[in-house]
Structures are given as C-alpha cells and as structure tokens.
C-alpha cells in the first residue's frame, strides 16, 4: 500500500515536501516514482529512484529533489520554487526492481504496478 501526503496550496516560488509511504513490502527492492496528473491532462512522469538511480523530468530539474528513507518505508519529493503549472494531482508509484536499477522508460506510468491515492498540490496567487 502506497500513500501519499505534504499536498496543499502555496503561492508561486513556495515549496511543498510530499510524502510516499509504503506499507506491506520491503521499500529497498522497489523503484518508487512520482507522477502528476492535472485536470484535462495526461498523467507524467515527475521523478523516479531506485536503490541506485533517481531521474527527473526536465520541466522539474533544479527545483525538485526526490529521496528515500528505507528505514521509515518512505519517499519524499522536495518541491521548491514552485510554479502554477506545477498544479495536479501527485501520485507515487512502486515496480518491483530488485536488482536497485530503474524501470527501462522511467517516466511511463505503464512500468508501475502498485498506485497511491494521491495529493493535490496547487500553486496559485
């Protein structure tokens, strides 16, 4: 089980920590990513780490910073200098990827199997 928190609302160049907390499996034999879904548009990829990679996409790289407590079972995505597109509901998501590798297409929903229920993040003045 999968669920996230740290959503809410914040003006344009505030910072938001979300939360991923993983419940039922061993965290450590997982790669857990972030996703964004805002109204009208297509879920994408935000950020991904495994044992031994993370990776962002590009419109995110600088401001935010993914990480991982395998101790606490959790993920967190530090979201600074944010900006009204950033808008959307986040979800985190787990593959199964013993090995510590990320998934071959890191960024496509379509490697995840297990889902949280999601936050709502909103950037506006």
């Known amino acids: 089980q999968l669920v996230e928190s740290g959503g809410g609302s914040v003006q344009p160049g505030g910072s938001l920590r979300l939360s991923c907390a993983a419940s039922?499996?061993?965290?450590?034999?997982?790669?857990i990513g972030w996703f964004r879904q805002a109204p009208g548009k297509e879920r994408e990829g935000v950020s991904c780490?495994?044992?031994?990679?993370?990776n962002y996409v590009d419109s995110v790289k600088g401001r935010f910073t993914i990480s991982r407590d395998n101790a606490k079972s959790t993920v967190y995505l530090q979201m600074n200098s944010l900006k009204p597109e950033d808008t959307a509901v986040y979800y985190c998501?787990?593959?199964?990827?013993?090995?510590?590798?990320?998934?071959?297409?890191?960024?496509?929903?379509?490697?995840?199997?297990?889902w949280g229920q999601g936050t709502q993040v909103t950037v506006s003045s």
């Open positions: 998501a787990a593959t199964f990827s013993p090995p510590g590798d990320l998934p071959m297409n890191p960024m496509s929903p379509m490697e995840y199997h297990y």
């Open positions: 780490i495994s044992r031994s990679y993370t």
């Open positions: 039922g499996f061993r965290l450590d034999y997982y790669a």
